[in-house]
């Protein structure tokens, strides 16, 4: 079996459509977890198209330690932030509070 990403993107969308994706072995039981039930086939049983809609996402074990507070009072530090190419150059800059960006996905 090949990596998920590893394949063209056609490839990987019939791959998720299937339902047969190889985990890689470095995968937690909970990120796998998490990603089977985000890929299963049927939509009324995809986590967060069944009743508790998105809280059934947040609520994930993946997400035990993740502070939801954090994200939606904007307290998160980006893992990456890109270097801007020139001092006027914003276009990669995003520590502008979008006003309702974060609440319109929940």
């Not at 986590?47 to 939606?72: E, I, K, Q």
């Not at 009072?73 to 990456?80: A, T």
């Amino acid at each position: 079996h090949s990596h998920l990403l590893q394949s063209p993107p056609t490839q990987t969308y019939e791959k998720a459509l299937s339902g047969h994706v190889h985990m890689p072995t470095h995968f937690s039981r909970s990120a796998a977890n998490l990603i089977k039930k985000l890929l299963h086939t049927s939509q009324a049983k995809r986590l967060g198209r069944t009743v508790g809609g998105a809280t059934t996402v947040m609520c994930h074990p993946w997400f035990s330690n993740f502070d939801w507070d954090a994200l939606m009072e904007c307290r998160l530090k980006p893992p990456y932030l890109p270097d801007a190419k020139d001092p006027d150059d914003n276009s990669t800059n995003y520590e502008e509070e979008q006003e309702g960006f974060a609440t319109a996905f929940f």
